[in-house]
Protein backbone atom coordinates (compact mmCIF):
# COMPACT_ATOMS: atom_id res chain seq x y z
CA UNK A 1 0.00 0.00 0.00
CA UNK A 2 1.65 3.49 -0.88
CA UNK A 3 1.84 5.07 2.11
CA UNK A 4 0.40 9.34 2.00
CA UNK A 5 2.06 12.09 4.04
CA UNK A 6 1.82 15.89 3.88
CA UNK A 7 5.05 17.86 4.03
CA UNK A 8 4.53 21.42 5.10
CA UNK A 9 6.92 24.25 3.50
CA UNK A 10 8.00 21.68 0.34
CA UNK A 11 8.57 24.09 -2.06
CA UNK A 12 12.26 24.63 -1.02
CA UNK A 13 15.12 23.45 1.09
CA UNK A 14 14.88 20.62 3.89
CA UNK A 15 10.89 20.31 2.36
CA UNK A 16 11.75 19.77 -0.71
CA UNK A 17 14.99 16.74 -0.43
CA UNK A 18 12.46 15.66 2.08
CA UNK A 19 9.70 15.36 -0.34
CA UNK A 20 11.78 13.76 -3.18
CA UNK A 21 13.54 11.23 -0.76
CA UNK A 22 9.89 10.14 0.03
CA UNK A 23 9.14 9.70 -4.05
CA UNK A 24 11.63 7.82 -4.16
CA UNK A 25 10.49 5.13 -1.61
CA UNK A 26 7.29 5.58 -3.76
CA UNK A 27 5.50 7.84 -1.06
CA UNK A 28 2.53 9.86 -2.41
CA UNK A 29 3.70 13.46 -0.65
CA UNK A 30 1.32 16.33 -0.13
CA UNK A 31 3.70 19.73 -1.68
CA UNK A 32 2.76 22.45 0.91
CA UNK A 33 4.20 25.91 0.36
CA UNK A 34 2.98 29.92 1.05
CA UNK A 35 3.93 31.87 -1.87
CA UNK A 36 6.20 30.33 -4.22
CA UNK A 37 4.02 28.02 -6.53
CA UNK A 38 6.32 27.49 -9.43
CA UNK A 39 9.09 25.95 -6.82
CA UNK A 40 6.27 24.05 -5.25
CA UNK A 41 5.45 22.58 -8.67
CA UNK A 42 9.15 21.75 -9.31
CA UNK A 43 9.08 19.93 -6.43
CA UNK A 44 6.24 18.22 -7.51
CA UNK A 45 8.17 17.33 -10.71
CA UNK A 46 11.19 15.99 -8.95
CA UNK A 47 9.03 13.63 -6.69
CA UNK A 48 7.21 12.19 -10.03
CA UNK A 49 11.19 12.08 -11.42
CA UNK A 50 12.20 9.99 -8.23
CA UNK A 51 8.81 7.56 -8.96
CA UNK A 52 6.14 8.82 -6.09
CA UNK A 53 3.14 10.51 -6.69
CA UNK A 54 2.76 14.19 -5.34
CA UNK A 55 0.04 17.14 -5.16
CA UNK A 56 0.67 20.86 -4.72
CA UNK A 57 -1.58 22.43 -1.61
CA UNK A 58 -1.00 25.57 -1.54
CA UNK A 59 -1.71 27.12 2.52
CA UNK A 60 -0.68 29.35 5.32
CA UNK A 61 0.50 27.10 8.01
CA UNK A 62 -0.74 30.29 10.29
CA UNK A 63 -4.12 30.35 8.92
CA UNK A 64 -6.35 27.84 10.64
CA UNK A 65 -8.47 27.64 7.66
CA UNK A 66 -6.19 27.07 5.08
CA UNK A 67 -3.88 24.12 7.65
CA UNK A 68 -7.77 22.50 7.69
CA UNK A 69 -8.32 22.99 3.90
CA UNK A 70 -4.48 21.22 3.21
CA UNK A 71 -5.09 18.23 5.43
CA UNK A 72 -8.12 17.84 3.68
CA UNK A 73 -6.82 18.16 0.04
CA UNK A 74 -4.23 15.65 0.38
CA UNK A 75 -6.77 13.12 1.89
CA UNK A 76 -9.55 13.84 -1.38
CA UNK A 77 -5.83 13.48 -3.47
CA UNK A 78 -4.68 10.38 -1.87
CA UNK A 79 -7.21 8.47 0.11
CA UNK A 80 -5.68 8.34 3.52
CA UNK A 81 -3.28 10.08 5.41
CA UNK A 82 0.02 8.22 7.44
CA UNK A 83 2.45 11.29 7.77
CA UNK A 84 2.94 14.84 8.78
CA UNK A 85 6.53 16.76 8.14
CA UNK A 86 5.96 19.74 10.30
CA UNK A 87 8.36 21.22 8.57
CA UNK A 88 7.40 25.32 6.98
CA UNK A 89 9.31 27.96 9.36
CA UNK A 90 10.69 31.26 9.02
CA UNK A 91 13.79 33.64 10.52
CA UNK A 92 13.36 37.34 10.32
CA UNK A 93 16.75 39.50 10.17
CA UNK A 94 19.21 39.19 12.66
CA UNK A 95 18.92 41.26 15.57
CA UNK A 96 18.53 41.55 19.52
CA UNK A 97 15.30 40.82 21.29
CA UNK A 98 15.48 44.91 22.03
CA UNK A 99 15.21 45.44 18.52
CA UNK A 100 12.60 43.61 17.28
CA UNK A 101 9.40 44.88 16.64
CA UNK A 102 5.43 43.46 17.50
CA UNK A 103 4.96 42.07 13.62
CA UNK A 104 7.69 40.38 13.68
CA UNK A 105 7.72 38.43 17.02
CA UNK A 106 3.84 38.10 16.36
CA UNK A 107 4.86 36.48 12.59
CA UNK A 108 7.79 34.65 14.12
CA UNK A 109 5.67 32.86 16.77
CA UNK A 110 2.14 32.26 14.65
CA UNK A 111 4.26 30.31 11.73
CA UNK A 112 6.73 28.78 13.82
CA UNK A 113 4.87 27.85 16.65
CA UNK A 114 0.79 28.30 15.93
CA UNK A 115 1.54 26.91 12.29
CA UNK A 116 3.57 23.92 14.22
CA UNK A 117 0.56 23.06 16.94
CA UNK A 118 -2.59 23.62 13.98
CA UNK A 119 -0.69 21.33 11.93
CA UNK A 120 0.35 18.39 14.48
CA UNK A 121 -3.80 19.21 15.54
CA UNK A 122 -4.92 18.16 12.20
CA UNK A 123 -2.87 15.29 11.72
CA UNK A 124 -3.71 13.54 15.01
CA UNK A 125 -7.53 14.10 14.64
CA UNK A 126 -6.85 12.46 11.15
CA UNK A 127 -4.90 9.53 12.22
CA UNK A 128 -5.14 8.63 16.16
CA UNK A 129 -6.81 5.17 16.00
CA UNK A 130 -9.69 6.60 18.36
CA UNK A 131 -10.83 8.83 16.39
CA UNK A 132 -10.83 6.41 13.33
CA UNK A 133 -7.45 6.54 12.12
CA UNK A 134 -4.78 3.98 11.47
CA UNK A 135 -2.02 5.49 13.29
CA UNK A 136 1.39 7.21 11.88
CA UNK A 137 4.09 9.34 12.50
CA UNK A 138 4.58 12.94 12.50
CA UNK A 139 8.40 14.66 12.49
CA UNK A 140 8.66 18.25 13.87
CA UNK A 141 11.65 20.48 11.98
CA UNK A 142 12.54 22.35 14.82
CA UNK A 143 16.69 23.56 15.79
CA UNK A 144 19.53 23.18 17.36
CA UNK A 145 18.24 27.12 18.29
CA UNK A 146 16.04 25.47 20.44
CA UNK A 147 19.29 24.49 22.45
CA UNK A 148 21.47 27.11 21.68
CA UNK A 149 19.15 30.62 22.32
CA UNK A 150 20.64 32.19 18.75
CA UNK A 151 21.69 35.49 20.80
CA UNK A 152 22.02 38.80 18.88
CA UNK A 153 20.46 37.19 15.68
CA UNK A 154 17.28 35.54 16.78
CA UNK A 155 15.60 34.72 20.12
CA UNK A 156 12.23 34.73 18.97
CA UNK A 157 13.49 31.88 16.07
CA UNK A 158 15.28 29.65 18.94
CA UNK A 159 12.01 30.15 21.46
CA UNK A 160 9.87 28.92 18.79
CA UNK A 161 11.43 26.05 17.95
CA UNK A 162 11.90 25.27 21.76
CA UNK A 163 8.16 25.02 21.80
CA UNK A 164 8.37 22.84 18.75
CA UNK A 165 10.36 20.54 21.00
CA UNK A 166 8.37 20.77 23.93
CA UNK A 167 5.06 19.82 21.68
CA UNK A 168 7.30 16.89 20.66
CA UNK A 169 7.72 15.43 23.70
CA UNK A 170 3.96 16.41 25.13
CA UNK A 171 2.52 14.89 21.80
CA UNK A 172 4.23 11.73 21.56
CA UNK A 173 3.21 10.71 25.19
CA UNK A 174 -0.52 12.02 23.70
CA UNK A 175 -0.46 9.81 20.63
CA UNK A 176 1.85 6.75 21.68
CA UNK A 177 -1.72 4.77 22.77
CA UNK A 178 -3.17 6.18 19.25
CA UNK A 179 -0.69 3.97 17.32
CA UNK A 180 1.38 7.69 16.35
CA UNK A 181 4.66 8.50 16.96
CA UNK A 182 6.18 12.19 17.26
CA UNK A 183 9.77 13.03 16.71
CA UNK A 184 11.60 16.03 16.41
CA UNK A 185 14.54 16.91 14.09
CA UNK A 186 17.18 19.57 15.11
CA UNK A 187 18.71 20.66 12.13
CA UNK A 188 22.33 22.40 12.83
CA UNK A 189 23.59 25.29 9.94
CA UNK A 190 22.27 23.65 6.40
CA UNK A 191 22.73 24.90 2.75
CA UNK A 192 19.07 26.43 2.54
CA UNK A 193 17.38 29.83 1.63
CA UNK A 194 16.31 30.78 5.04
CA UNK A 195 19.30 32.28 5.57
CA UNK A 196 19.09 34.85 3.10
CA UNK A 197 15.79 35.28 4.06
CA UNK A 198 17.42 35.96 8.10
CA UNK A 199 19.84 38.75 5.47
CA UNK A 200 22.84 36.18 5.79
CA UNK A 201 23.14 34.07 2.63
CA UNK A 202 26.91 33.36 3.72
CA UNK A 203 25.53 32.21 7.06
CA UNK A 204 25.30 28.43 6.97
CA UNK A 205 28.83 28.69 4.54
CA UNK A 206 30.61 30.73 6.96
CA UNK A 207 29.49 29.38 10.74
CA UNK A 208 29.27 25.91 9.25
CA UNK A 209 33.31 25.95 8.82
CA UNK A 210 33.49 26.09 12.41
CA UNK A 211 31.57 22.97 13.57
CA UNK A 212 33.22 19.75 14.59
CA UNK A 213 32.75 18.83 11.35
CA UNK A 214 34.07 21.45 9.31
CA UNK A 215 31.27 22.49 7.25
CA UNK A 216 27.43 22.97 6.75
CA UNK A 217 24.98 20.69 6.22
CA UNK A 218 22.77 19.81 3.16
CA UNK A 219 18.95 19.80 2.92
CA UNK A 220 19.44 16.11 1.61
CA UNK A 221 21.21 14.91 5.12
CA UNK A 222 18.35 16.45 7.11
CA UNK A 223 15.51 14.48 4.70
CA UNK A 224 17.54 11.19 5.59
CA UNK A 225 17.16 11.28 8.97
CA UNK A 226 13.52 12.41 8.77
CA UNK A 227 12.39 9.81 6.15
CA UNK A 228 14.64 6.97 8.66
CA UNK A 229 12.09 8.55 11.43
CA UNK A 230 8.79 7.91 9.71
CA UNK A 231 10.05 4.31 8.64
CA UNK A 232 9.25 1.15 10.42
CA UNK A 233 13.04 0.93 11.31
CA UNK A 234 12.09 3.49 13.57
CA UNK A 235 9.47 1.63 15.23
CA UNK A 236 10.15 1.88 18.74
CA UNK A 237 11.25 5.64 18.11
CA UNK A 238 9.20 7.91 19.70
CA UNK A 239 9.63 11.66 21.34
CA UNK A 240 12.96 12.09 20.66
CA UNK A 241 15.00 14.74 19.63
CA UNK A 242 17.13 13.96 16.95
CA UNK A 243 20.44 16.20 16.47
CA UNK A 244 21.64 16.69 12.48
CA UNK A 245 24.01 19.63 13.44
CA UNK A 246 27.41 18.31 12.62
CA UNK A 247 28.18 18.47 15.71
CA UNK A 248 27.22 22.14 16.92
P1 LIG B 1 13.59 27.60 3.35
O1 LIG B 1 14.55 27.09 2.35
O2 LIG B 1 13.53 29.06 3.65
O3 LIG B 1 12.13 27.07 2.96
C1 LIG B 1 11.04 27.43 3.76
C2 LIG B 1 9.80 26.71 3.28
O4 LIG B 1 8.74 27.03 4.18
C3 LIG B 1 9.36 27.13 1.90
O5 LIG B 1 8.84 26.01 1.25
C4 LIG B 1 8.26 28.15 2.19
O6 LIG B 1 7.29 28.24 1.17
C5 LIG B 1 7.65 27.53 3.43
N1 LIG B 1 6.89 28.47 4.25
C6 LIG B 1 7.31 29.62 4.82
N2 LIG B 1 6.31 30.19 5.51
C7 LIG B 1 5.23 29.38 5.36
C8 LIG B 1 3.90 29.44 5.82
N3 LIG B 1 3.46 30.45 6.59
N4 LIG B 1 3.05 28.43 5.46
C9 LIG B 1 3.48 27.41 4.68
N5 LIG B 1 4.74 27.30 4.22
C10 LIG B 1 5.60 28.29 4.56
O7 LIG B 1 13.82 26.91 4.78
P2 LIG B 1 14.59 25.58 5.23
O8 LIG B 1 15.96 25.96 5.61
O9 LIG B 1 14.35 24.46 4.30
O10 LIG B 1 13.82 25.33 6.61
C11 LIG B 1 12.86 24.32 6.79
C12 LIG B 1 12.68 24.10 8.28
O11 LIG B 1 13.94 23.75 8.84
C13 LIG B 1 12.21 25.35 9.03
O12 LIG B 1 11.29 24.99 10.04
C14 LIG B 1 13.49 25.86 9.67
O13 LIG B 1 13.26 26.61 10.84
C15 LIG B 1 14.21 24.56 9.96
N6 LIG B 1 15.66 24.69 10.14
C16 LIG B 1 16.46 25.10 9.11
C17 LIG B 1 17.82 25.25 9.34
C18 LIG B 1 18.78 25.70 8.26
O14 LIG B 1 19.94 25.98 8.58
N7 LIG B 1 18.37 25.76 7.01
C19 LIG B 1 18.35 24.97 10.59
C20 LIG B 1 17.50 24.55 11.61
C21 LIG B 1 16.16 24.42 11.37
P3 LIG B 1 7.40 29.32 -0.06
O15 LIG B 1 8.44 28.75 -1.01
O16 LIG B 1 6.04 29.32 -0.67
O17 LIG B 1 7.82 30.61 0.53
Redesign the pocket.
Known amino acids: MTKVVLI?????????ATARLLGARGWSVGV??????A??QETAAEVGRAGGHARVIK????NEADVIGMFDAVVKAFGRLDALVN?????AAGMPLADMDLARLQRVFD??VL?AYLCAREAARRMSKDRGGDGGAIVN?????ARLGSPNEYVD?AGS?GAVDTLTIGLAKELGPQGVRVNAV??????????A?GGRPDR?AVLGSQTPLGR??S?DE?AETIVWLLSDAASYVTGALLDVAGGR
Open positions: TGASRGIGRNYAHNEAAGDVANAGIVVNGVSSAAYKRPGLIDTEIHSAPGAV
